[in-house]
């Protein structure tokens, strides 16, 4: 699990969210290799496993807006692999403009 302390770390390495010149291609993609990818899909596995999602049946990513999904949808159907992940690209925003449509409140 990554910690408060690893996750400034990281951040302090990574100050210029671009790219770092007309030559580079990759920008950000530069500070991403295998291991990060492996601890990456280490936590989305242990994130799935502890929210006890019914996976067999497929999940849907959604969001407020709708632009935050689309992460939750990578990290699932492309880094952890699940099938039928699918995305909501409307999300809550859409969702509620429609009064008729159910919403789960939880405290």
């Not at 699990?1 to 530069?30: I, K, Q, S, Y």
């Not at 596995?45 to 949808?73: P, R």
Request: with cysteine.
């Amino acid at each position: 699990m990554v910690t408060e302390a690893d996750f400034r770390a990281a951040a302090g390495r990574v100050r210029n969210w671009g790219r770092w010149g007309g030559d580079d291609e990759l920008g950000t993609w530069n500070l991403v290799g295998p291991e990060e990818v492996r601890a990456s899909a280490a936590e989305i596995a242990e994130f799935v496993k502890a929210s006890g999602a019914a996976t067999d049946k497929g999940l849907i990513a959604f969001c407020n807006t709708g632009h935050l999904a689309s992460i939750a949808w990578f990290g699932l159907s492309e880094v952890e692999g699940l099938k039928n992940v699918r995305l909501y690209d409307g999300s809550m925003s859409q969702w509620t403009l429609d009064p008729a449509r159910p919403v789960v409140v939880q405290n």
